[in-house]
């Protein structure tokens, strides 16, 4: 299979949120009881249930007119994907559709890529002491179906396919909105394999990661320290090998009156 | 080897053996269960205590007890251990103790030398800090920002590098590198020969003040030491 994208174009969204429905479902996720905040975007943010929101958002233009502008938020399918990174057991990993898929069986509840995820997007569960994301519907993908939020789509706002086809659908579109318009996902992180095509700039979008990258953090971490630590420990081990055999150990005092033989190295 | 004889010095009461040994292999265990969640390929360290969840717990669980014995070690040693006696300290800094080059006359040190010292302070030092990322890492207060808690993993990670590094310098000196020094932390009595050459500063002021504990009898005085 090829690498794969599901693009979001938020101009052809109606917020119906037939997608969050369709995710819930195909993920066998209840949904809790929330309270009314004064907003349509429900839950408010994404949970260890709720793979994906709709966010809701209203903007005013230079004008003054307000205007309804709508996100899907949810995994972004990073090509260097930092949770990948931070996993410790591989319960995280890429697949060859690019996605990165979620195993829970393996996943210890460690929380490392809760931190590690530049989207702020795994989110963790108390009850299964486990970690929970958007694996873009991995079962249905390895059987030839397209994600279930794509599938319920109704107004094409939401699209299946080919890494190069999608990026260029996606510049295509950028260009017949003109404005503000642009792409989001394909310069960051390595090109993410969820995409979108927004109208606004993307400081405009509320809670959207602006200028994602792996945090320098988990580079420090996993790329520098944990191998350092390995190699440092190694040269101390060789190390005192030379010294025992170039310098030799301190051996006791044996001209003291009360010493009694002095006990060799081995 | 490694039985007590006449003659023999007292270097630790069993207190001091006993949280060693605590703080010491709960080190070990964090070592080795902390080292099967760095790297995949090492990921079967889990199978022996089955799988990789029960790995987790096994690490949170000895990080409490290292923190505890944590709370002791340096409670007990931090007079001897923790504060640096200068000048004399510096000029066993400055020849290493003869431990690197030859040295005519090593300059007499205490109880425990600057070496220990440094390896003392950084078991301290690394010791609080592993467990104060540790304990975010593993609770992730909402109240934390994110940026921050990202960087609590270096840490914990900065952390190990300097304990495992330090680690292998310490058993290598403790044992074959330093012989008669390992039953100070077994039995708990030196040789007067290893005591003469290694801490010559400690036992000429046991035997001024009286403290000397020597093993078959005649204790110079019957002062309790500390
Ligand atoms: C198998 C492993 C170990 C062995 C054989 C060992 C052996 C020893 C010995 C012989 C001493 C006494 C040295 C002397 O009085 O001159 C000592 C002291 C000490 N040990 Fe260990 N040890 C081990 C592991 C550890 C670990 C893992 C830690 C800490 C994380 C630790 C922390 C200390 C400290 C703080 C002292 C106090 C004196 C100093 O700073 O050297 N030890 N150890």
Redesign the interface.
């Known amino acids: 299979m090829a690498e794969m994208i599901k693009l979001y174009d938020d101009a052809k969204c109606t917020a119906c949120r037939g997608c969050q429905l369709a995710c819930k479902q195909w993920n066998e996720k209840k949904a809790k009881q929330t309270t009314n905040y004064g907003s349509y975007q429900n839950p408010p943010t994404l949970q260890s249930n709720t793979y994906m929101i709709i966010h809701f958002q209203d903007v005013k233009d230079t004008k003054g007119n307000v205007k309804w502008i709508f996100r899907k938020e949810s995994c972004m399918h990073c090509a260097d994907a930092a949770c990948v990174t931070?996993c410790?057991?591989?319960a995280l990993y890429h697949t060859e559709f690019g996605t990165v898929g979620l195993n829970p069986d393996?996943c210890?509840?460690?929380?490392?890529c809760?931190?590690?995820c530049p989207f702020?997007v795994p989110k963790?569960e108390q009850e299964t002491?486990r970690v929970y994301k958007c694996d873009m519907c991995e079962s249905r993908l390895r059987n030839n179906l397209t994600p279930a939020c794509v599938k319920a789509c109704p107004t094409g706002a939401l699209k299946w396919g080919e890494k190069d086809a999608m990026i260029k659908v996606a510049a295509d579109r950028v260009k017949e909105l003109g404005g503000d318009a642009n792409t989001y996902g394909d310069q960051y992180v390595s090109g993410t394999h969820f995409m979108y095509v927004l109208q606004e700039k993307q400081p405009v979008y509320a809670a959207l990661a602006q200028n994602p990258k792996v945090?320098l953090?988990?580079v420090?971490?996993k790329n520098?320290?944990?191998p350092?630590?390995l190699l440092?420990?190694g040269?101390?081990?060789v190390g005192?090998f030379l010294?025992?055999l170039i310098?030799g150990?301190?051996?006791?005092?044996?001209t003291?009156e009360?010493?009694?033989k002095?006990?060799?190295?081995? | 080897?490694m039985e007590v004889?006449e003659?023999m010095i007292k270097a630790t009461d069993a207190f001091e053996r006993l949280v060693h040994w605590t703080l010491a292999i709960s080190c070990i265990i964090l070592f080795i269960t902390g080292l099967?969640?760095?790297?995949?390929s090492l990921?079967f360290i889990?199978d022996f205590m089955g799988g990789?969840?029960s790995?987790?717990y096994v690490h949170n669980i000895m990080g409490l007890i290292f923190g505890f014995s944590m709370i002791f070690t340096i409670s007990m040693w931090w007079k001897e251990a923790g504060v640096f006696d200068l000048p004399a300290d510096w000029q066993w800094i400055k020849v290493a103790g003869?431990?690197?080059?030859h040295v005519d006359k090593v300059p007499e040190i205490g109880k425990y030398n600057p070496g220990q010292k440094m390896f003392f302070l950084a078991v301290a030092g690394c010791g609080i800090l592993m467990l104060a990322t540790g304990l975010l890492?593993?609770f992730?207060p909402e109240f934390l920002p994110?940026?921050i808690?990202?960087?609590?993993?270096?840490l914990?990670?900065?952390g190990?590098?300097t304990l495992?590094?330090f680690?292998?310098?310490h058993i290598?000196l403790g044992t074959?590198?330093?012989?008669?020094s390992f039953q100070a932390m077994v039995h708990g009595w030196v040789?007067?020969?290893?005591a003469?050459?290694?801490h010559p500063k400690w036992l000429k002021e046991m035997e001024e003040h009286g403290t000397l504990k020597i093993y078959g009898g005649e204790k110079k005085k019957d002062t309790p030491s500390h």
């Open positions: 931070a410790p057991t591989g393996r210890i509840g460690c929380k490392n809760v931190a590690a702020e963790y002491d945090p953090a988990v420090a971490w520098l320290l944990n350092l630590s440092a420990a040269g101390i081990v005192s010294h025992y310098h150990p301190k051996l006791p005092d044996e003291g009360t010493t009694k002095a006990e060799g190295g081995e | 080897m004889k003659g099967g969640m760095m790297f995949h990921n889990g990789l969840k790995l987790k003869g431990y690197l080059w890492m593993m992730q994110m940026w808690l990202r960087w609590m993993y270096p914990h990670a900065l190990f590098f495992f590094a680690f292998f310098v290598y074959i590198g330093n012989p008669g040789s007067p020969g290893w003469k050459k290694q």
